[in-house]
């Protein structure tokens, strides 16, 4: 603590009390002075006068008496006194008696000045003088003073007051002084110095013993100090003592079986312990330094901080992850984690154990709660489950599922005749052939024996629709099982009967849905077995029709039990300009059958592409023998419908292209039917198709407008010619009905895209009216022909002109 020295009490109370002395030393001197001169010059005058009187009676015998010698002896004796600088006596008639005079000693010092200026008084004295019986008047005693001596010594006195008062004064002030420097400054800068030392020496001596107020300063200082210091002490010891605990912590942590991380909050690994460095096998330098996250398959480095976020002190943290190491092996993961602090900054404590021995145990555990030991399919508590969960949300949504319950029908035989064995080893080839069949999303179960369970969770937005998949896989089903199994040298022949049932229904439980198909397998058992039952009798009836279509579209073609009937497309005038191609199947029993019956289920049975190869050779058959009889006037193009799986088939273009050639059909007499849903789908490749085809002529029609989703946008890159209003637009089509707007929109669509419009489904003159009034001129409908076989359609347009 170096103070400036100017800076010190000391200095500044010497200052002070030097400067406060001297002022008042000053003051009080003067003052003395001045009223030691005041007296002074009353006692002086006094003296004076008393001088005068002592020679006043001697002076007045003298005058009176004349004596000269007498009158000279007075006025010596009073010019003897060295104030008295003249003295002469004058007689009642006013002359001088006797005279006497002293010269000036000095009159000019300074003293004499000075005295001159303070003291000034009256040198001139004259005293009266009695003369007895004088009639003259009164002689004078008159003294002149030396006022250069009086006011010299005035002076020289006060100037001697001045000075000592003065010196008096400033000795007392450097006495205080002493005695303040020896009693308190110097104690004080002692213990400044001894303040100033006590941080780095110990055990310092007190500065000051005294038993006064200081003393007692000091002393509760250095008691205050002393405590002080125990508490520092007491903290270094603590954290000595807790750097030791640290390496026990860390020796801990060395020989922990887990394998331990210390994070910093952004996922970076500061420390890690040997276990740590084996799980990940890496090296220490390797790992520190990186994050966390980079060890981590199910945390992303942001995850990591949000989680280390939520981690506390007081809590551990326990979540599972997968760990990656420095091969990539993965391994699943129990993590723990705490915050610490450490020197107030924060740090997670991650500690890890490989748990895929647990892992494993739970999912052996899990297999053997929810699995089939033998076929390692589901058993009947998972399959419950699922259905359950699947009923549920069909209840909410609008889809269907089905399941199938299935039992092998000579299982039993098996089993009995070759053994357990071979019985086991069936049912596992069994359950292989099953899910091999399952489409992705079943659940396939066995629920013990020979029973099989098949989920089938979404497979259609109706009854009837779903019903037809279940037949589907039901079939492919059977099919499968039904060919022969070879096991340990057996060659085994096998049936399955399966019963269905479709779901939701009428809030029923799976266990409910689970009775239904058991029942309609019971019913399958008792028809025969190898088959399959709806339990629904109605699904049944509807299922058995399709089946019988399925079957007898098979046939239909090889009988030649189809038929192609035309339907003329007609302009406003009344003029065919075309017609397009309508499929019939002539059934021995029903009678004709109409496409809307037959076509879909052909599609998703894959039949069409043998049916619609058909229609298209057909089709140009007819037209090559149109042209030899000659084409009716005006009947210049056929529309011919062409499935979206038919289109797709890889080599639809060079069968085409073949017809043309083959029966010499310019392109131009062939209008394709497409549907724009099949455009959507499969955008780039149909595109390609239809410009290799137009380039042959061929143009294109889009079906059905207005009923699929295509946005009108996307017609634009389409190579198409005409839009075929759908009929549901056309049917009850009056102006300014919602219908009129939609119709409108479409053909003004088609007008910007330069696409003809042909309204199809057209009955009634106002339904036409309409049309013509919305800017469509061309029509197809029964208000002008229902489709007609080949001979009739000739006959009718060859008329050239429909008149209504
Ligand atoms: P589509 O292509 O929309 O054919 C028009 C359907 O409307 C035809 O039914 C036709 O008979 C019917 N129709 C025509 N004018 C009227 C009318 O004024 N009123 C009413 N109510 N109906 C009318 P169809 O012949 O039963 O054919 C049904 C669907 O079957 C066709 O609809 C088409 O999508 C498909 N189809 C027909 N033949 C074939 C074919 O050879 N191949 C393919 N892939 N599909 C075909
Ligand atoms: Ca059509
Ligand atoms: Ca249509």
New binding site residues.
């Given amino acids: 603590m170096g103070f400036e020295f100017r800076h010190r009490i000391a200095f500044k109370q010497a200052r002070t009390v030097l400067l406060i002395s001297l002022v008042l030393g000053l003051l009080s001197t003067s003052i003395q002075i001045f009223l030691d001169l005041r007296q002074e010059k009353i006692s002086y005058l006094a003296g004076i006068e008393r001088v005068i009187a002592l020679y006043k009676k001697t002076a007045e015998r003298a005058i009176y008496n004349l004596n000269y010698v007498k009158a000279s002896e007075i006025t010596a004796t009073l010019i003897s006194h060295p104030e008295i600088s003249e003295a002469t006596l004058v007689d009642d008639f006013g002359d001088p008696l006797s005279h006497d005079k002293q010269e000036i000693s000095s009159p000019n010092t300074f003293f004499y000045k000075l005295g001159n200026y303070f003291f000034q008084f009256n040198t001139h004295y004259e005293s009266i003088l009695k003369i007895d019986n004088s009639q003259t008047g009164a002689a004078k005693l008159i003294i002149e003073l030396d006022s250069t001596y009086i006011t010299h010594n005035f002076a020289l006195r006060a100037f001697i007051g001045l000075v000592f008062g003065l010196l008096y004064n400033v000795l007392l002030a450097c006495v205080f002084l002493f005695f303040f420097y020896r009693y308190l400054s110097r104690p004080i800068l002692d213990i400044v110095k001894w303040v100033d030392q006590l941080n780095t020496h110990n055990n310092l001596p007190l500065p000051y013993k005294g038993r006064d107020e200081i003393g007692d300063l000091v002393a509760s200082f250095s008691k205050l100090w002393d405590e002080r210091r125990q508490v520092t002490d007491r903290l270094n010891n603590t954290i000595s003592k807790l750097s030791k605990s640290k390496n026990f912590s860390r020796t801990l942590m060395e020989n922990a079986g887990d394998a331990m991380f210390l994070c910093a909050p952004d996922g970076t690994i500061i420390d890690l312990n040997h276990q740590a460095v084996e799980t990940l096998k890496s090296d220490k330098e390797h790992i520190l330094g990186s994050k966390l996250s980079v060890y981590s398959q199910n945390y992303s480095e942001n995850d990591l901080v949000d989680l280390f976020l939520s981690i506390d002190e007081k809590h551990v943290c326990t979540f599972e992850d997968i760990q990656i190491d420095m091969h990539k092996k993965v391994f699943p993961i129990e993590a723990r984690g705490i915050r610490i602090k450490q020197n107030d900054k924060d740090y997670i404590l991650i500690s890890a154990r490989d748990i895929s021995a647990r892992k494993e145990s739970e999912k052996q555990i899990f297999e053997l709660a929810f699995f089939d030991t033998l076929t390692g399919l589901a058993n009947r508590r998972l399959f419950t489950d699922r259905l359950s969960s699947v009923i549920t949300h069909h209840q909410v949504h609008d889809i269907h599922g089905a399941v199938l319950y299935m039992d092998l029908d000579r299982f039993k035989t098996i089993n009995d005749s070759l053994g357990h064995s071979i019985g086991d080893k069936l049912l596992c080839a069994v359950s292989q052939r099953l899910t091999a069949i399952a489409p992705v999303g079943t659940t396939c179960a066995r629920f013990g024996g020979d029973e099989f369970v098949i989920l089938l969770p979404e497979i259609g937005p109706t009854v009837v629709s779903s019903a037809e998949v279940a037949v589907h896989i039901s079939k492919k089903i059977i099919d499968a099982i039904a060919a022969p199994f070879e096991i340990e040298g057996h060659t085994l022949y096998c049936t399955i009967s399966i019963g269905i049932a479709v779901f939701p229904e009428k809030e029923l439980s799976a266990i409910d849905i689970l009775r239904h198909a058991d029942i309609a397998l019971y019913r399958t058992k008792a028809m025969g077995k190898n088959g399959f039952q709806f339990y629904d009798p109605e699904v049944q009836s509807s299922a058995q029709e399709r089946l019988l279509i399925e079957k007898g579209l098979h046939k239909a073609l090889d009988k030649g039990e189809f038929q192609l009937w035309f ?1 003329p497309q007609v302009k406003s005038d009344g003029s065919v300009f075309g017609a ?4 019939r199947w002539m059934h021995p029993e029903k009678g004709v059958i ?3 019956d037959f ?1 879909q289920i052909a599609e998703e049975s894959g039949q ?1 592409i043998e049916m ?1 190869q058909w ?1 298209l050779n057909e089709s140009f058959n007819q037209l090559a023998q149109w042209r030899e009889r000659g084409f009716p006037e005006g009947c210049r193009r056929l529309a011919i ?3 979206p799986l ?1 289109f797709m088939q890889v080599d639809f273009v060079g069968r085409v292209l073949k017809l043309l050639t083959d029966y010499q059909i310019p392109g131009e007499l062939i209008e394709l ?1 497409i549907t724009e849903n099949m455009l959507l789908n499969n955008f780039d490749i149909a595109s390609n198709k239809m410009r290799i085809l137009k380039q042959r002529g061929i143009s294109f029609a889009i ?2 407008f207005g009923t699929g989703y295509s946005s009108l946008k996307y017609l634009r890159y389409m190579p198409l010619d005409i839009l075929k209003i759908d ?1 549901s637009f056309v049917t009850n089509l009056r102006p300014s009905s919602e219908e009129a707007a939609i119709v409108e929109v479409i053909i003004a669509t088609a007008d910007r895209l330069g696409l003809a419009v042909v309204a ?4 009634t003159v106002e339904e036409r009216d309409t049309l013509i009034e919305l800017g469509c001129h061309r029509f ?4 002008y022909s229902k ?1 007609l076989p080949a001979a009739q359609f000739y006959e009718l347009i060859s008329e050239t002109r429909l008149s209504v």
């Avoid at 397009?580 to 499929?583: P, Q, S, T």
């Fill in positions: 339907q397009e191609v309508l499929l109409s496409p809307d076509i069409i619609g229609v419908n062409i499935s038919q039917e079906d059905d009929r199809e489904g057209v009955e197809q409908g029964y208000l489709p």
